[in-house]
C-alpha cells in the first residue's frame, strides 16, 4: 500500500480530517467546480463530478455549499478562475512526490510548494521527473471487522475491481478510475463500512523511510496538506504504521 494512502487512512481513523474541516470543505468545494467547469453540472452524466459530491456528502458538506459550487464551475454564478496544475519532486531520502493543486494564483502557489519541500529536505522538481512512478486508480477501503478476504474478493472482482489488498484491520480494493463508482456502490449494497473511498495515484515501487528522515517525510505531508491550494498529494515512502500513527497523534 502507498505511503500516501496509508497516510490518507490513519488521518482518517484519528479524526484529522474532521478537525480540519473548514480545509476540507474548501479543497471539495474547489474539486466540484473544476469538474463542473470540465464536463457539466450533471451528476450522473460526469463521474468526476459524482464522485466529488459524493466525497462532499461524505464529509457532511450543506447541500447549498455543493450546489453553488457545481453553479459557479457551469459559469451559472461567478467565481474565481481556478487552473490545475501538478508539481513533483523529492522528499526525504528521495522518496517521489506528486501534488495536485488548484490555484488562482500559480506565482503563489509555486512559492509555497518550494518552500515545504526545501524546509523539510525535499526538492521541488522538473515536470514528469516522478510521474511515470504513480498509477492513476480507485481505491476503496473497508473495515474488516466481521469479512474475510475470499468473500470482499468475490463482491470486489464481480464488480469489476482489479485487486484487494489484506491490510490486517482493514481492505483495501483497487479499481480503474472508471470501475471505481461501480465498485464503492457494490461494497455499499453489502453494507460493509467504506473507510475511505477516491480516486488516487498508486506507486509502482515505494522506497522505505525510518528515523529522522520518516520524520521529516510526514512532517512534510502534513505541511503540504495545509495548503488550500493543494488538492491531493501522493508519495512512494514506505513507512511503518507505528511511526506514522505516532506523527499524527
Known amino acids: 500500500m502507498s505511503g500516501h494512502n496509508k497516510w490518507s487512512t490513519i488521518k482518517h481513523k484519528k479524526g484529522a480530517v474532521d478537525a480540519k474541516r473548514g ?57 474565481a478562475a481556478y487552473e490545475e496544475i501538478t508539481y513533483e519532486g523529492y522528499g526525504p531520502g528521495g522518496a517521489a512526490v506528486m501534488v495536485e493543486a488548484v490555484t488562482d494564483n500559480k506565482n503563489r502557489t509555486v512559492a509555497e510548494v518550494r518552500h515545504v519541500f526545501e524546509k523539510y529536505g525535499g526538492n521541488l522538481g522538473e515536470s514528469g521527473c516522478v510521474s511515470w ?9 473497508i473495515s474488516s471487522q466481521g469479512l474475510t478476504e475470499d468473500e470482499v474478493m468475490e ?32 461494497i455499499e449494497e453489502k ?18 523511510l525510518e528515523g529522522k528522515k520518516a520524520e521529516q517525510m510526514l512532517k512534510m505531508m502534513d505541511a503540504l496538506d495545509d495548503n488550500d491550494d493543494l488538492q491531493t498529494v501522493y508519495a512512494n515512502f514506505d513507512i511503518s ?9
Not at 199 to 207: A, C, G, H, K, R
Open 23 to 79: 480545509k476540507l470543505f474548501s479543497k471539495l468545494i474547489k474539486e466540484i467546480t473544476i469538474a463542473a467547469r470540465e464536463g457539466g453540472g450533471d451528476v450522473e452524466g460526469n463521474p468526476r463530478l459524482r464522485t466529488a459530491v459524493n466525497a462532499a456528502r461524505a464529509a457532511n458538506m450543506p447541500k447549498d455549499n455543493i450546489e453553488r459550487a457545481v453553479k459557479r464551475g457551469t459559469g451559472e454564478i461567478a467565481g
Open 133 to 141: 512512478i504513480f498509477q492513476r486508480k480507485g481505491m476503496v477501503t
Open 155 to 186: 463482491v470486489a472482482l464481480e464488480s469489476g475491481a482489479q485487486d484487494v489488498i489484506n491490510e490486517g484491520d482493514s481492505f483495501s480494493v483497487t479499481t480503474d478510475p472508471g470501475d471505481f463508482e461501480g465498485v464503492r456502490a457494490a
Open 191 to 208: 453494507g460493509w463500512k467504506v473507510e475511505l473511498g477516491e480516486i488516487t495515484m498508486i506507486p509502482q515501487n515505494t522506497i522505505k
Open 241 to 249: 504504521e507505528e511511526e506514522m500513527m505516532k506523527a499524527s497523534a
